[in-house]
């Protein structure tokens, strides 16, 4: 199994409060990402990014930040949270052994859930 | 951009069958993966395959890039099979569109 983790790994907090969801990986790999995980709605990119201070925007990332200030930590920033944000937030890395994200196989963490009351 | 399309939605097996896992994608890809999620939540990935034929015990997958479609071949079913199987695709340096997956139920 990639080494990769997540924390916390259950959240409950309230409206209008800030909250920052942590993926920490071991592998040493270039690219890191952020999904969010709804019925009806598969996962949904947030932000990724391809390496040190380098992020991008994903499909649904209204409401997120993100920072990257080492190789091995992404973090997911809820500014203020809302119930819409309620779901399960799945970290996701690769690696690009010949130049980009669609050339690897990508492993998951095991998520973390996260309601917003 | 790029969509994906996964049938059935939803399937039950009775332990034992096989069954085939469609994925059609709307424009040329140089990626594509196979993931399961078991009914724990944990998502995991069984292929890597932009083009070709590729099995790993009793799973298979083949992708037809031209036709742009993939296939994903469980045989003899097991229980453990259970959850949901999703596909992924993209093209060039961007990130993967992920499907909606078929949810598999394979009972006993």
């Known amino acids: 199994d990639a080494g990769i983790t997540q924390s916390p790994r259950h959240k409950v907090t309230e409206t209008g409060t800030p909250v920052t969801l942590r993926c920490h990986q071991t592998?040493?790999?270039?690219?890191m990402y952020w999904y969010r995980q709804d019925p009806g709605h598969g996962l949904r990119l947030i932000h990724y990014s391809y390496g040190v201070k380098d992020t991008d925007k994903g499909e649904v990332s209204d409401g997120y930040s993100v920072s990257r200030s080492k190789t091995e930590d992404f973090l997911l920033t809820l500014e203020s949270a809302t119930s819409s944000q309620t779901s399960v937030y799945f970290c996701?890395?690769?690696?690009?052994?010949?130049?980009?994200?669609?050339?690897?196989?990508?492993?998951f963490g095991p998520g973390t859930r996260l309601t917003v009351l | 951009g790029i969509q994906v399309e996964q049938s059935p939605p939803d399937l039950i097996l009775q332990e034992g069958a096989n069954s085939t896992l469609r994925c059609n994608f709307s424009d040329s890809v140089n990626n594509l993966q196979w993931f399961h999620q078991n009914p724990w939540g944990q998502l995991i990935n069984l292929f890597y395959?932009?083009?070709g034929t590729k099995q790993n015990g009793r799973l298979s997958a083949t992708t037809v890039a031209t036709e742009r479609y993939s296939l994903l071949y469980i045989s003899s079913s097991q229980t453990t099979d259970s959850g949901v199987y999703f596909c992924?695709?993209?093209?060039?340096?961007?990130?993967?569109?992920f499907g909606k997956g078929t949810r598999l139920s394979v009972i006993a």
């Open positions: 996701a890395i690769s690696d690009a052994a010949s130049g980009g994200p669609s050339t690897d196989t990508q492993y």
């Open positions: 395959i932009p083009s």
């Open positions: 592998e040493n790999h270039r690219y």
């Open positions: 992924a695709v993209c093209l060039g340096n961007t990130p993967l569109v």
